[in-house]
């Protein structure tokens, strides 16, 4: 009885790990911009059938939001870890913002082609945005109740920022520059004289 109890537990085991390796197989495929992400192709990267890829994703679709939201639940974890590091309010804000671009870039051509399927008006942006708020939100107001942040910010303005210097064109570097120097700008007088005369020691 107990042995025949517990043979469903390593189906269960096998169906969540080929879940993750689609899921896996098909971020890497919509991060390569010359790849031709097909379901077929995402099935032979992932090493499993066609029949276990719609088993798990009945559509592309379905595939799609599920990376969306597998991003979403990342970046919002990201916050509370990141709060918890020991750092300076205004470096964890910080440090969370770079994860946040990199958020940014990564699940652009995944929206770009969940855009294809769905309307941009579908429910699931809407939340999704709000859960990254959410997560956000009290870095930011530690930042600005520590004086290392202007409390002139809303979290809006500063992910709306973010996701405009992601969308520019150039290589890691060109864009990279230009990130810094707009989470310079973040930086309140105080803290942001303390690093000009550091700087200038």
Avoid: C
Wanted: glycine share 6%; proline share 3%.
């Amino acid at each position: 009885m107990s042995s025949s109890a517990s043979r469903p537990l390593p189906r269960r085991a096998d169906a969540a790990r080929n879940r993750d390796k689609i899921l896996a197989a098909a971020r890497e495929a919509f991060a390569d911009p010359d790849a031709e992400v097909s379901m077929a192709e995402i099935s032979r990267r992932a090493g499993v059938g066609m029949a276990t890829l719609y088993r798990n994703f009945p559509g592309r679709r379905e595939l799609l939001e599920a990376l969306y939201v597998e991003e979403v639940d990342a970046i919002s974890a990201a916050a509370a870890s990141i709060g918890d590091a020991g750092e300076t309010p205004g470096a964890a804000l910080s440090r969370w913002l770079h994860r946040f671009f990199a958020f940014s870039t990564s699940k652009r051509h995944i929206a770009s082609e969940l855009l294809t399927h769905v309307d941009s008006t579908n429910p699931m942006f809407n939340e999704n945005r709000e859960r990254v708020m959410a997560a956000g939100r009290p870095l930011l107001e530690a930042a600005q109740r520590s004086g290392e942040v202007r409390g002139d910010l809303t979290l809006e303005q500063v992910l709306d920022m973010i996701i405009a210097i992601a969308r520019i064109g150039g290589d890691a570097a060109y864009v990279g520059a230009i990130l810094e120097i707009a989470l310079a700008g973040l930086r309140a007088a105080a803290a942001a004289g303390d690093v000009t005369s550091s700087s200038a020691d």
